[in-house]
């Protein structure tokens, strides 16, 4: 099977049980304060549906729009835009004639699953998997760091001791808390034995990122070229799998974050490689791609750079790790924002495709459950955005109704709705749109 198939395969599934069970936290809720739902979909039924059957007020249906799902729900404006229903005089089972606490928890239901449901699929995976993580003395040659992380003083080779005074356990919680949280400082060995603290700046999230240095720090290991990639300018100009490169640009090259070092500070639009192959010494002129890539992969040359541990958790354990990771998932989910409102983060917003890209190439069940937790609380985060036509947009309307105890007319809420869903397709669009020219442009 195909890398894409495989890719495609997990991304629907793992969509298909995140909509159903979403439209599960609507549907329930109204059945319990008994307003009529008329129906229940998983995609969309635009012009016809795959599948569909009437079960007592509902008809339960399979769509062919694999872009989401929905619930229709007897007199409440939706996406379905039934002004027909509307104009009617309200029924008892409809949405408009229940109490807004009610219609309110009905509208939150949908992303109460989703947090939910992202915090139980973390319990179990750490129950399922454990974790894994590193010591200091498990990173045989300390870490890389980009320009950024050496202007506020780190070298290359700094091993990581504390982060904040606590133990440092893995490179990717670094990563990760530079870009999202507040990190006052950072404790490293360098050699010889020395160890250091190093004061991090306040705005060190902002700087990495428009830098387009978000992996602050990389493992170090000793490297040979273990694959090219076709139509890639390597591939062009001669590179070939089991290259060593021993220079770039007349600089020695001996780590992987060497290379990676001077290929993203380069300036030089021609980049010279000092190849040695079969013993021999060669030199290759290269021009990386717009984004200084030439398509070559590296391979370590010793399998012993990086020492991973593993931890096993008791089912009690794995519920304190479990609502730990998924209370940070969505902290850091919402820090997010503050990037994403920029113009380079517009312009690296990403639709389906970069969703799929997620996936790994071949099934992993530890993967998948991970991915679909965080897009449980993306899902979820999304919605409650006072965007109307999202669960936020009816959440924010019904708090103002709540405080003012004025309720907004139903040609407002149908304008509104219309705005939203505007806005909603031209952002879908939008981050379609930079993953379609992302494929073409690269």
Known sequence: MSVFLIKGAQLLLSLSILVVLHELGHFIPAKLFKTRVEKFYLFFDVKFSLFK????????????????GYVKISGMIDESMDTEQMAQEAQPWEFRSKPAWQRLIIMLGGVTVNFILAFVIYIFIVFTWGTSYSL????KYGFGVT???EDIGFKQGDKIISVDGVPYDQIASVNANLMFRTIHSIKVEREGGETLD?????DIGTKLFENGDTSAFQVRFPFQIDSVSADYPAKKAGLMAGDKIVA????????????????????????????ERNKAIKEFLITPDKDS??????????????????????????VSKGLSLGYWTVVDYFAQFKYIFTKKGASQLGGFAAIGKMFPATWNWAAFWGLTAFLSIMLGVLNLLPIPALDGGHVMFLLYEMVSGRKPGDKFM??????????????VLFANGNDIYKAIFG
């Open 248 to 275: 770039v640009n007349d600089t020695p090259v001996i780590y992987s974050s060497d290379y990676n070092y001077i290929i993203k500070n380069k300036k030089e639009t021609e980049v010279k490689f000092t190849i």
């Open 147 to 149: 320009k950024t992380m």
């Open 293 to 318: 890539k030439i398509g070559v992969f590296l391979g370590a040359t010793d399998e012993d750079y990086q020492t991973i541990r593993h931890k096993d958790y008791s089912f009690g354990e794995s």
């Open 53 to 68: 059957k009437k079960i007592g007020d509902t008809v339960y249906g399979i769509g062919w729009l694999p872009l989401g």
């Open 198 to 202: 190093i004061a991090i700046p306040e």
């Open 414 to 427: 149908e304008y509104a709705q219309m705005v939203g869903f505007f806005i909603l397709i031209a952002l």
């Open 136 to 139: 200091k003395d498990d990173i």
